[in-house]
């Protein structure tokens, strides 16, 4: 998206499910498991005269999630109900909030390369999940459905929905914010908030507008991305239609992109939804939530230093990209330990986001002090070697000491006579390399390293082998 | 010989406890007694034990006893939980008798809204014994059972007890449980006992009355004290001018609750006029706005997709809308449309915004008053019972009944009906209402009342 004239306003609108132990307002437990419809109750089912009970630490998760995007937290908290007929609705009504929400008026800074940009949160309220509809069709897909079955299991899941301001300008800041909230609310331990799983979803709203205005234009919503870097693909390619919609000189129509699951590279379905009434009101079944003072300051003492925080404190010893990677990575916490072990700040890095990530070991499990043996003899260690002690950094009791022995051979009086030999069997290949043939000096070092098992360092290979070859 | 007519329930105790008649006597007397009013919509069979008997409204959820709440939606349902008042009886050992009428989802004031056929009055046969909660009022009048639980969101015990002559609380609102109750009004609703007299209503209320987990707008409540005070001497008695001399109020039920103000007045009682304006004037419109909207969501969720009544449809929506087109009644729908066009965007302000306003007008108009006075009087009903049929037509009439109930119950305050005399043969209600929580004030009031009137609580005919 290169199109000075224009400018993009993007907005966002996180769903984030708690990983309570019971959900929002039953005492059913919450979470996976279980066959369909075994997680319920007369409450989550809407049985008659069943009422709701609220989970008192989804508010707290609520108000710490709040707190750590700088929200202001209601004195007074009030939820509402949502009314709409859907299967996956049994009371025909969500419990939500409205114009009372627990968490408002907050911001998150996010790091970028040119210092970072700070986005707004509206609010971030509490609210109930819907339960889950599933349409029996040969595709699996909606249409050509021939039964809706509902598991409730979900119903009534803890949800925190989180509102930005129209602050976002490009799709690459916007997949940025939604990384490093993802990474906040992990870290704050109350969600999985995994996009596979759906226990984090986000719609997003783009509008374009002349560069330099102040307009907000007709936006449409994209709906079901299920992954950061479809989001970003997305939001880019809806900018692009918008302004070549506008540039043409047409008008851009307010309708919502379902985005297939899966099939995140074909077209949108595009729907355009009437504007629903959702007679919001107060649910009378319950009291307003009053969070007392000293709970909200125990709540923010709870909180650490924040992964937004924490990539600009790295940005300064590494790049702005290698501190990103860590700490969206969660692997940033592991990077400070093997440099405190004594590891070299950008090996450390390198190793971290590129062949610790391959091996797929949870870095809050691994012995920093073992691990920054490896990374600091990195170059003197084979290849397959080095990789296999990765994939077992996590172990209990793992250590250096079995890969470190396995170094490399850089002697090079050790390499000189098998570098000898095999250009004494080969004398017409050694005679093109003398002749200029330079291409042929991978030929004579792939042999020695076969010959030596790989434990050969190959930048000793290499030297030894130009000087040989060339006499000297 | 059991007189089922005459025995209360602290009777009752007394004589099992004697050992003079079994549990299973006293159960069959009821039991076996032959229902010509349709107070019951259900009757069980003696689960054993030497407790009391109790009839229950039927919009008390009762795990394994079907409750329909006088709906054609909920014909065949069965809860698979015990409402929290449901479970503090049988903690008790009460014994289920069975599940009175009701107007459908108790919306009404005679029981003729309810799709199994309205209940007839003990005392006249021709006429209603008012509603929502006629069945309970008709049973512990007509001999079905000694005492029974009503519920009450603008007059729904109160008003059937007046009409049918007997003793009936509506608690403060947050005092009783609405855990497994049907909702109507959430924010109405309140269950409340039906008596013969009033140690029997503050006794079963001592037993349903408190906090409970599953009701988070459930409060503490003061310890209940049995009434047995005969004078009112320090009792401070308001008689508000609105609700006394409200147009429509019958000459008859007039002069009862005149005299027994005088009464009031030779026991001891400071009797002084006050004024509830606003309070009159706007409760019933207020409260036509509040309660219908309330109901259109809690009603909602009977969609035909998880239990009671469906109707086939060709997809969801169809099938929703086939199954409420079937199963409710008329009344439950034009509130359901009243309602969902008061929370309607664009509506909201001037409607339920409006009314919540109103509301707290209510509120404080009541407060003040109690500033002055201990508890205040007025009839419960402006007529006595009338003939079946004789309103059903005209909703708003049918509505107009409940002037005097409504503005205390949307300001949350306790009310409780006494029999206060005869006009034209059919019993006279008397309500006082308190400040919240002042239940043993309105007790100790009415006790002493009753007894001065020594109103025969047994109908004429069936003397």
Redesign the interface.
């Known amino acids: 998206m290169s199109n000075t004239a224009w400018e993009a306003v993007i907005g966002l609108e996180i769903h984030v499910q708690l990983k309570t132990e019971t959900k929002m307002f039953c005492r059913c437990r919450n979470g996976f498991g279980g066959g369909p419809n075994t997680q319920t109750c007369?409450v989550c089912?809407?049985?008659?005269?069943?009422?709701?009970?609220?989970n008192r630490r989804a508010i707290e998760e609520t108000i710490k999630l709040g707190l750590a995007l700088d929200c202001a937290i209601a004195e007074r908290a009030v939820f509402h109900?949502k009314?709409y007929?859907?299967?996956d609705n049994?009371?025909?009504?969500q419990i939500s909030q409205y114009d009372e929400p627990l968490c408002s008026n907050g911001r998150l800074a996010v790091p970028t390369a040119d210092g970072g940009v700070t986005i707004g949160i509206t609010r971030a309220h509490l609210e109930e999940d819907a339960a889950k509809n599933v349409h029996v069709a040969a595709s699996g897909r909606l249409h050509g459905a021939t039964a809706?079955l509902?598991d409730f299991n979900r119903c009534g899941t803890p949800l925190v929905e989180i509102v930005t301001e129209p602050d976002l300008h490009d799709a690459d800041t916007a997949k940025r914010f939604l990384q490093l909230l993802r990474q906040t609310v992990v870290e704050l331990d109350l969600s999985d908030a995994e996009l596979e799983k759906g226990s984090m979803r986000f719609d997003v709203n783009v509008s374009v507008r002349p560069a330099g205005s102040v307009e907000l234009r007709t936006r449409t919503e994209l709906k079901n991305m299920n992954s950061f870097n479809f989001a970003a693909k997305g939001i880019e390619r809806e900018i692009a239609r918008q302004i070549g919609i506008y540039e043409a000189g047409g008008e851009v129509q307010q309708e919502t992109l379902h985005f297939v699951p899966g099939e995140e590279d074909s077209p949108p379905i595009r729907s355009k939804e009437e504007a629903q009434?959702y007679?919001?009101?107060p649910e009378?079944?319950?009291?307003p939530v009053h969070p007392p003072a000293a709970l909200v300051e125990r709540l923010r003492a709870e909180i650490g230093e924040l992964p937004g925080a924490r990539i600009g404190r790295i940005a300064d010893t590494l790049s702005f990209y290698d501190a990103d990677v860590l700490v969206t990575g969660g692997l940033d916490r592991l990077w400070s330990a093997l440099v405190d072990a004594g590891a070299d700040a950008k090996e450390a890095a390198n190793v971290l986001s590129n062949q610790f990530v391959a091996a797929g070991v949870d870095p809050g499990t691994v012995n920093a002090a073992e691990l920054a043996k490896l990374v600091a003899a990195r170059a003197e260690i084979p290849r397959a070697a080095f990789d296999e002690a990765l994939s077992k950094a996590g172990d209990a009791g793992f250590a250096a000491a079995p890969y470190l022995e396995q170094k490399l051979v850089a002697d090079a009086g050790e390499l000189d006579p098998v570098i000898e030999r095999i250009i004494a069997a080969s004398p017409g290949q050694a005679e093109q390399f003398r002749s200029g043939k330079e291409g042929l000096l991978g030929f004579f070092v792939g042999q020695v390293m076969k010959e030596t098992g790989g434990k050969a360092d190959p930048r000793i290979v290499n030297e030894r082998v130009r000087a040989k070859l060339s006499g000297t | 010989m059991i007189d089922v007519l005459r025995l209360t329930a602290e009777g009752a105790k007394q004589l099992l406890d004697a050992r003079e008649i079994s549990g299973a006597e006293l159960f069959a007397a009821y039991a076996e007694r032959d229902d010509d009013l349709h107070a019951f919509l259900y009757r069980c069979d003696d689960p054993g034990g030497d407790g009391i008997p109790i009839a229950l409204k039927d919009v008390i959820?009762t795990k394994g006893v079907p409750?329909t709440?006088g709906s054609k939606i909920?014909e065949s349902?069965v809860?698979?939980?015990d409402?929290t008042v449901a479970a503090n009886c049988k903690r008790h050992g009460l014994r289920l008798l069975g599940k009175t009428n009701t107007d459908e989802f108790a919306m009404g004031s005679s029981t003729e809204n309810s799709a199994f056929g309205p209940s007839r009055n003990p005392w006249d046969p021709s006429r209603v014994p008012g509603g929502s909660g006629g069945g309970s009022a008709a049973a512990v009048s007509g001999g079905l059972a000694p005492w029974a639980l009503g519920s009450d969101t603008g007059g729904s015990i109160k008003q059937p007890s007046a009409l049918c002559g007997n003793v009936g609380l509506r608690p403060t609102y947050g005092t009783v449980s609405?855990?497994?109750?049907?909702?109507f009004?959430?924010?109405l609703d309140q269950v409340g006992p039906v008596a013969k007299n009033v140690r029997d209503c503050a006794f079963l209320y001592s037993i349903i009355a408190g906090r409970d987990?599953?009701?988070?707008?459930t409060v503490e409540v003061p310890e209940v004290e049995l009434p047995a005070a005969q004078d009112l001497k320090g009792m401070r008695i308001g008689v508000p001018r609105e609700m006394n001399e409200a147009e429509g109020i019958e000459p008859g039920v007039s002069a009862a609750v005149r005299k027994t103000i005088e009464l009031a007045e030779s026991l001891g009682a400071e009797v002084g006029e006050c004024s509830l304006p606003r309070s009159v004037d706007y409760g019933v419109a207020c409260y036509y706005l509040v309660a219908p909207?309330?109901a259109?969501?809690n009603l909602?969720?009977y969609?035909g997709?998880?239990?009671g009544l469906r109707s086939d449809g060709d997809d969801?929506?169809e099938m929703?809308m086939a199954t409420r087109h079937d199963g409710l009644g008329d009344e439950p729908k034009r509130r359901i449309m009243i309602g969902?066009y008061a929370?309607?965007?664009g509506y909201?302000d001037a409607y339920?915004g409006k009314a919540q306003r109103v509301r707290t007008m209510i509120r404080r108009e009541h407060a003040e008053v109690f500033e002055k006075f201990d508890l205040i009087v007025s009839p419960t009903s402006p007529t006595v019972a009338f003939a079946i049929g004789e309103k059903a037509g005209n909703p708003l009439a049918m509505y107009l009944n409940d002037l005097l109930t409504i503005p205390s119950c949307m300001a949350g305050l306790p009310g409780l009906n006494i029999p206060c005399g005869l006009s034209e043969g059919l019993p006279v209600g008397l309500q006082l209402i308190g400040p919240q929580f002042a239940e043993n004030t309105l007790f100790r009031a009415g006790h002493a009342l009753e007894q001065a009137l020594a109103f025969d609580v047994v109908p004429e005919r069936l003397r």
């Open positions: 007369p089912l809407a049985f008659p005269g069943a009422l709701p009970v609220p109900r009314n007929f859907y299967p049994p009371k025909a009504y809706t509902v009434d007679r919001y009101f009378p079944d319950l009291v | 959820g409750t709440a909920l349902y809860p698979v939980y409402s609405r855990f497994g109750v049907v909702a009004a959430s924010s987990a599953n009701d988070t707008t909207a309330e259109s969501s909602a969720r969609d997709a998880r239990y969801f929506r929703v969902t929370l309607s965007s909201y339920y």
